[in-house]
Each structure stands twice: as C-alpha cells, then as structure tokens.
C-alpha cells in the first residue's frame, strides 16, 4: 500500500518533497496545505488536492505522514506539536541550540495523540549528525569537525526575511579554508565557532527600510550570527535573482583520532556532501524518514523521535533480504 504524503507548506522544500515523493514508488502525494489562498497554488501533481492550512484536520485519516517545511525561527516550534496531535509528522527543524526543548514539545503532542514525530530531518541535523555519532563511537579518543558551504542556508535566509524592512535575503555561509586543511593535516586545532565560518549576507530592503537597524539585527542574532564574522550587503532585487537565484550548499563532516596501546595510530574519516539544490536534497532525506515514521507508526510505536532513532533499514524501500544481498 502506498504511503500517503502531505505537505504543509510549498516553498523550496514542499516542491523539493513534490519532486522527492515522484521518485519513490512506494509513495504518493495527497495533498498540499498552505496559508496562500489555494486557488493561486499551482502543483505539479494533478492528483493532490490543494487546500488552506486551516482545513488539515479534514484529512486526518485520509494522510499517513505529513511533511512539514516551514521555518525553524517561527513556523515549526509551533507547527509540529500541533500537528503531532492529528498526523505522523516529519520536520526539518535545524535551530541546534533548540532541539532539546522542541523534541520535548513535540514528544509530549506525539504521544497524546499515539502519533510519531520526527524532528530535525535534513542534511544536518540530520545526515551529518549521524556521521559525528559514528565516527565519535568508532574513534572515541579524537575530536569532531563540521564544516558546512560554500552554500546558502535556507533556515538562515529565512530568519533574515523575518527581519522587519527585509523584503528577501540570501545567506552564505563560508568555510574558513586554513582550518578546514588544517584538520586534513592531523593538527587536531582547537577551533571557536568564528575561526570556522563566516557568513555573508545579500539582502533586498523594502522601500524606506533603515539599512543599519536591519544590518544590527542580522549581526546581533542569536543562534544565527551572533558568534561569527558576518558580512551584509545591501542590494537590489535584480541584482539578488540576477547573481543569487540559485540554492547550492554542502560540506564536510570529519573526526581526527587515535588508535593503538600507545595511540601511535592516527586516522582521520571524512563525510562530504556537495548539493545543487540545498532544499531538493533536504527533501530527498526527509521523504526517506517519511517512510521510517510510517512503518514506527504502523509497529505501534509513539512519541517523538530524532535520526539517532531510526533504523537504517527503515528508510529503504527495499525489504531486509534485498538489503543484505545487494548492499551488505
């Protein structure tokens, strides 16, 4: 039976989930949800219906897992609880410093409803967060790196939009390249969050906007830019889908450690990802947990769950027996 997808929210990432949910056979979009009037939404899927946010309650036994691709600054902290109460869901919430409380708030809904929540689904968290566990349990006398660009985040471009006098932005956000060799190269450096990135700004004002007050808020905010060396640039809306239309992104995941009685061996594991599309491989994972949190549900499993939790085998569509003859 196909496991029936929705999509609350149809920005970047609901269209990358549209896409995503059309190359997995086992899958089929029912419908889209947003906060537009549903008559301007246009999807690719003919079959999906497309409907207000406010009507998602109506479709509480007709949709398995319901993909959420708001923002992590506003949408999801509320989002997700709310939607635990009626759906299985998958998020994508990336706020670090955040994930604790916002796994609790939705654990609490999931449960309630005898539902399962899956939070901070993506490339990282997400992906990148399932290297450092490994790597940290196969290597444990050593040290993580993460290193992410050159590439635009999408939760931090959003956050600037949220700014007051911002009409559209792009965020970049850059390795330090003389860290990033120095890791390659066995130093283990104790490195702070500003020697690692930098972060640099494209912003679009609306008409009148004050430009320092708008830079000051980017620069000050916390869990976004504060800790790091930010750069703004003012330009106009031209220029930004002229020069910065596009959404590529990536990064490496590395641990340096030491093996051997005396630690006399040293070893370095490296994870890469370079991505066209930072929202269409954002998506891509989050459709594969989608699948995971249909078959918990389906277990009689609840609550709310992280990457850590899932089962690798739980994201393929292929079943144990093909798993192990043609990837083991």
């Known amino acids: 039976m196909n496991i029936r997808i929705g999509i609350s929210g149809y920005g970047n990432l609901g269209r990358g989930v549209e ?4 190359q997995n056979a086992d899958m ?7 906060r537009r009037d549903p008559k301007q939404v246009s999807v690719l899927t003919k079959t999906a219906s497309v409907c207000h946010v406010s009507e998602a309650a109506e479709w509480k036994d007709k949709i398995d897992v319901m993909i959420l691709c708001g923002g992590s600054a506003t949408d999801l902290p509320t989002q997700t609880p709310e939607f635990a109460k009626l759906f299985n869901v998958v998020d994508s919430f990336d706020t670090h410093a955040n994930i604790p409380k916002h796994f609790e708030n939705v654990d609490s809904a ?4 005898g539902k399962v929540g899956i939070i901070s689904v993506g490339w ?7 290297n450092r566990m490994y790597a940290s349990a196969i290597l444990p006398n050593g040290r993580d790196y993460t290193f992410w660009g050159k590439g635009v985040s999408q939760g931090h471009s959003d956050a600037i939009r949220r700014i007051e006098g911002v009409k559209d932005a792009r ?11 120095s890791v390659r190269e066995g130093k283990n450096p104790a490195l702070s969050t500003r020697e690692k990135h930098t972060r640099e700004c494209y912003v679009v004002l609306e008409e009148g906007a004050d430009a320092a007050k708008v830079e000051q808020e980017i620069k000050t905010m916390p869990n976004y830019f504060a800790d790091y060396d930010t750069t703004v640039h003012f330009i106009s809306e031209e220029e930004l889908e002229r020069e910065h239309s596009g959404i590529p992104h990536g990064g490496f995941v ?3 450690g030491k093996t051997g009685w005396e630690e006399e061996n040293n070893h370095l594991i490296e994870y890469r990802l370079k991505l066209d599309s930072n929202p269409e491989f954002t998506a891509s994972v989050i459709v594969a947990y989608a699948r995971a949190a249909c078959r918990l549900y ?4 609840t609550g709310a769950k992280t990457v850590f939790d899932i089962p690798p085998a739980y994201l393929s569509a292929k079943d144990g027996a093909a798993l192990r003859a043609e990837m083991l």
């Open 19 to 22: 896409c995503a949910i059309r």
């Open 28 to 34: 089929e979009l029912a419908a889209v949800f947003t």
């Open 110 to 113: 999931a449960k309630e409803s």
């Open 124 to 130: 990282d968290p997400g992906m990148f967060s399932l």
């Open 171 to 181: 965020q970049y956000t850059i390795p330090v390249e003389t860290a990033l060799e």
């Open 254 to 256: 590395l641990r340096s």
């Open 298 to 301: 389906r277990e009689g499993q």
